[in-house]
């Protein structure tokens, strides 16, 4: 099965808001539908991260696509949480009346890409 879409919307808004970027689950399906593993699943965690295969892809593309698309800069945390995990920075609050219209279209493709690069990753000496 493929996802069913081409592009993906990220709203610099979702970095606000605990129900953001799907409640953190925007990747999560086109994940599933990849044959990405972390050796069982890939909402499993890798021996490096904290996080979900999902998660760790989600921080990525926010960082690589929205956070330049800013006109400010945003500080933002990496939440361990079953919602939103990619939340700004409690003290940058303010700021959302000036991002909140932002949007980035990223590709499907270039996601799925992302997510490669990561499952690929192996753990170093200091993270074992």
Known sequence: MTYPYETVTLRARDLFGKFGFADGDLVDEMLWDTDLE???????KAPWSEYSLEHETLFAVIER?????LPVPVRWNRW??????????????HLEDAVAAIEVTVRVADIVAIAREIAARKPTPEAT
Do not use: K, M, Q
């Not at 972390?38 to 499993?44: A, D, H, L, M, T």
């Not at 919602?83 to 609050?93: F, G, L, Q, S």
């Open 38 to 44: 972390w050796g069982v699943r890939p909402s499993y």
């Open 65 to 69: 696509f929205l956070l330049p698309a």
């Open 80 to 93: 361990n949480t079953n919602h939103n995990p990619a939340r700004a920075h409690h003290e940058d609050d």
